[in-house]
């Protein structure tokens, strides 16, 4: 991905679909955890996405909060749209992320204090290497002890929009 071979063939999908498609083994996980999760995601949030990719990317954030959310915790996912960007939200209740740390959880095998044994600190490299070549970020802000908030955005094309907008 980093090399620039895997292209991304962007198509048009649902996010509650791309949501719906992932959410099987995540709630596994969740019930196995003890955390709750939990999906907010209007009707008719469109995206232009490689799906197989960007559900890739949204899995990896969300098992990760759950990884570091302690049982009887939440992880939330939601999302708004406009004319410009989606954006989608996955904020936890969990252990959060110290300030040392931050700066570097995007990078590859990287591991923060709390991580679990078995955790190759890949996930959230991929996940931002995916939403990169989607012309999209990921933010993020954490607090140790009340939880992490990732914030993925996705741009629009605005002149598509413009044209299709004032088409007669």
């Not at 709630?27 to 939990?38: K, N």
Request: net charge negative; with cysteine; aromatic share 8%.
């Amino acid at each position: 991905m980093e090399a620039g071979v895997l292209g991304m063939k962007e198509e048009k999908a649902d996010l509650n679909e791309v949501i719906m498609d992932i959410s099987e083994p995540i709630v596994i996980m969740a019930e196995v955890a003890e955390v709750e999760y939990i999906c907010s995601i209007p009707e008719g949030v469109e995206l232009k996405v490689d799906t197989h990719w960007f559900k890739e990317a949204l899995s990896n954030i969300i098992k990760n909060s759950i990884e570091h959310t302690d049982a009887g915790g939440f992880v939330k996912v939601s999302a708004a749209q406009n004319n410009l960007r989606t954006t989608i939200v996955i904020e936890d209740n969990g252990k959060g992320i110290g300030k040392e740390h931050l700066p570097h959880i995007f990078e590859r095998f990287y591991k923060a204090g709390n991580s679990s044994y078995d955790s190759v600190g890949i996930g959230l490299a991929i996940a931002r290497q995916i939403i990169h070549a989607h012309d999209g970020k990921i933010e993020v802000e954490s607090e140790v002890g009340k939880g992490t908030k990732f914030t993925v955005t996705l741009y629009r094309n605005v002149f598509s929009f413009v044209l299709t907008t004032f088409a007669v």
